[in-house]
Structures are given as structure tokens and as C-alpha cells.
């Protein structure tokens, strides 16, 4: 890691981070334990124990796991600091949103221009996220593949949710970084798209000859929160808004139905999805 990038980590460790790093710091030292000592119990260099006391490199969930397991002394504290160092790691337009999806009742997306973040593989969000500008280090990026990893816990949550996407069909045709990393993400879209739970479907690109396309003024998510009320995010150029106004909710949700309207069905956008998989590429 530079030093460049270290100061950098300093500066946007959240406050989650700098707590954990003091609790990890001082139940080390009650401990009688060195840097050194400390990582080689949990697999870490000392370095590495040093760089998250320090917030240089804050710890990983992995990592807070592990602490909990070797000094955690059955406090439960680096367990409980995971769901918060994660929600750290998110970019701060869209931590506000992140709970709230975590515990969406139902999440509705449209998507234009990349597969929803929910979605991705791990390579896809990597190339994406490394091919971006600015150019985030290497560290931070890998930060955020983590947390946008993190938020497919949402699939197998425990009351299920039900998720719907809907994405332009130029998403499906635009590839980062090599055509194997858009052929997996393909395949797996399709997979997720097998669930139960879960709804894709897919605008064709040539809906606009068709007299209209609903979806031409750009991206949304929709959500039935857990006390069942209706909002709306929106994001673009790093800033983000959040809609709770009925009458506005009420506005993109007409308008989210019609461009589901629009979409091709379920069975046929996963054939779509499908045969791409396999030609995109060659």
C-alpha cells in the first residue's frame, strides 16, 4: 500500500473503524499480545494488525471475524461491529439507502447502463469499479467489491424478499474488462434470475421505434421498506437522492410499471440473457 493511499484510508476511516481498531488495540495490550503474536493467530501479518489498529487499512470483515474468535473474549463486539464497519465501506451517497434495501419487504430496480450492483460477480464489480474516475487505489476498490458483495445476503434473507430488475438490453451488450468476466456475470445473472424470489426482465433496444420508452429519463430503485411504506432512490455523478414524498413515489412507480410494460417477459429475457451468455465475445 502507498503512503498516499495509507493517508487516504486515514482520513475516510468512519467512526466504526477508529472503534474498532481502539477496542482491538487495547484488548491486544490486555492481552499481552504483539503485533506479530496477534496476526499470526489469526493469519495476518503483523503489518496488517498494525495497518487496522492504525485505520491505514481498516479491517476486513474476515478479519473482525477472526478477532472476535481469538480476543473477542465473548463480548460480541467485533461481531456486532460488522454490519457497521461494512455500511463504512459503502460510498456516502448510497449509505442511507444501504440499510434500507438490506431491509426491503420488495426492491424494484431499473438499470441503463451497468447490471445492478445486487447482481454482480465479484470480477464484474472489481472491473467496473477499478476502471472508474478517479481511479480509486487498489485497496479502496477491493473495500467496496467486498460491501457490494456483501448485499446479496438480501437473496437468501430470512423473510424473503422479493426483488425485481429490469434492465435495458445494451446492459447485457456492454462489457468491463474482458469478455470471460462479461460471459460469467451473464451466466450469473441468469442464475439469480431462477429464483423464486426473483424477477429480470429485459428492454429491448429497439423499444424506442415502438412509439415510446418509459424508461428514457435513467435509473431507479423502488422499495416496500419493513413498516410498508414506499420509496424511491436515485443516483447519478456520485450524488444520490431519496424520494418519500407519496405523490413522487407514486409518480416513478407508474412510471417503473410502465416500462415494465415495456420489457420483454420473464422466460423470454432470461432466453435472451442466455444466448448472449454464449455469443458475447466469440
Given at each position: 500500500m502507498t503512503a498516499m493511499a495509507r493517508a487516504e484510508n486515514k482520513t475516510e476511516a468512519g467512526g466504526t473503524a477508529q472503534l474498532v481498531a481502539a477496542l482491538a488495540r487495547a484488548l491486544r495490550e490486555q492481552q499481552q499480545l504483539s503485533q506479530e503474536q496477534l496476526g499470526k493467530k489469526?493469519?495476518?501479518t503483523g503489518s496488517a494488525i498494525s495497518a487496522m489498529e492504525t485505520c491505514s487499512q481498516p479491517a476486513s470483515d474476515q478479519m473482525l471475524v477472526k478477532?472476535?474468535?481469538t480476543i473477542g473474549g465473548g463480548l460480541g463486539v467485533f461481531e456486532k461491529a460488522r454490519t457497521f464497519v461494512l455500511l463504512d465501506k459503502y460510498p456516502p451517497q448510497f449509505k442511507d439507502f444501504s440499510l434500507m434495501e438490506a431491509a426491503a419487504v420488495t426492491l424494484s430496480s431499473y438499470e441503463t447502463f451497468v447490471v445492478d450492483g445486487l447482481f454482480q460477480t465479484?470480477?464484474?464489480?472489481?472491473?467496473?469499479?477499478?476502471g472508474s474516475f478517479p481511479k480509486?487505489?487498489?485497496e479502496k476498490a477491493e473495500e467496496l467489491v467486498e460491501a457490494r458483495m456483501a448485499r446479496k445476503a438480501l437473496f437468501d434473507r430470512d423473510p424473503t424478499a422479493m426483488i425485481e430488475l429490469i434492465l435495458d438490453e445494451s446492459v447485457l451488450r456492454r462489457p468491463f474488462g474482458t469478455w470471460g468476466v462479461h460471459r460469467g456475470q451473464l451466466r450469473s445473472l441468469a442464475e439469480d434470475a431462477r429464483r423464486d424470489n426473483v424477477s429480470v426482465q429485459v428492454v429491448p433496444l429497439e423499444r424506442g421505434l415502438r412509439g415510446g420508452h418509459a424508461g428514457d429519463r435513467g435509473s431507479m430503485k423502488l422499495v416496500e421498506t419493513e413498516e410498508h411504506h414506499h420509496v424511491a432512490y436515485l443516483e447519478i455523478e456520485d450524488e444520490s437522492v431519496l424520494v418519500s414524498n407519496p405523490a413522487k413515489v407514486a409518480r416513478l412507480s407508474h412510471r417503473y410499471a410502465k416500462i415494465r410494460t415495456q420489457a420483454l417477459s420473464p422466460d423470454d429475457s432470461l432466453s435472451l440473457i442466455e444466448r448472449l451468455a454464449g455469443e458475447e465475445g466469440k
Open positions: 489469526i493469519g495476518y478477532l472476535e474468535e465479484p470480477e464484474y464489480a472489481r472491473d467496473l469499479i477499478s480509486p487505489s487498489e
